[in-house]
C-alpha cells in the first residue's frame, strides 16, 4: 500500500519537475540575444533563434521527454486511468510556474493568481482522489 502511494505521489513530482524545466527553459530561451551566429552563419531573426535554441539545448527537451514518459508510465500503473493522469499534467503547469517564479523569477504575485493556484490545486486533488471521495457519499 505504500509503494502504491508513492508511486502516486512519484508521478506528481514527475510532472511538476518537467514543467519547471519548461518554465525555466522558456524563461531562458526568451531571454537570448535574436542575432547570433551558428556554425559559422550568422543570423538576426527570432525564428532562427528559436531553431539554434533547440539544437544548443537538445538535452533539456530530451530530458523533459523522459520525465513525461516516465510520469505517465508510473501514472498508468498507478491511477490506471488516463483523465486522472491528464488532469495531473494540466495541473502540474500552473503550480510549476508559481514554484518557479518564487524560486527564480521572483516576480511579484497578486491575489487573482493565488486564488487560481490554490483552485487548480483543490481541482487537482478532487479528481485524483475522486474515487475515494465517492466512497464516503
Request: glycine share 8%; charged share 10%; no cysteine.
Amino acid at each position: 500500500m505504500v509503494v502504491y502511494m508513492l508511486h502516486k505521489l512519484l508521478v506528481v513530482i514527475l510532472f511538476l519537475a518537467a514543467q519547471f524545466l519548461i518554465a525555466w527553459y522558456g524563461y531562458f530561451s526568451g531571454k537570448l540575444p535574436v542575432r547570433g551566429s551558428f556554425w559559422g552563419l550568422s543570423y538576426e531573426s527570432v525564428f532562427i533563434r528559436s531553431l539554434v535554441t533547440q539544437l544548443e539545448f537538445f538535452w533539456v527537451l530530451v530530458i523533459i521527454n523522459l520525465l513525461y514518459s516516465m510520469a505517465f508510465h508510473v501514472g498508468f500503473g498507478s491511477y490506471k486511468n488516463f483523465l486522472v493522469i491528464s488532469i495531473l499534467y494540466l495541473a502540474s503547469g500552473p503550480i510549476s510556474a508559481l514554484l518557479f517564479n518564487a524560486l527564480v523569477a521572483k516576480e511579484k504575485l497578486d491575489v487573482a493568481l493565488i486564488i487560481g493556484i490554490l483552485l487548480i490545486t483543490i481541482g487537482g486533488i478532487l479528481v485524483v482522489a475522486h474515487k475515494e471521495i465517492l466512497e464516503l457519499f
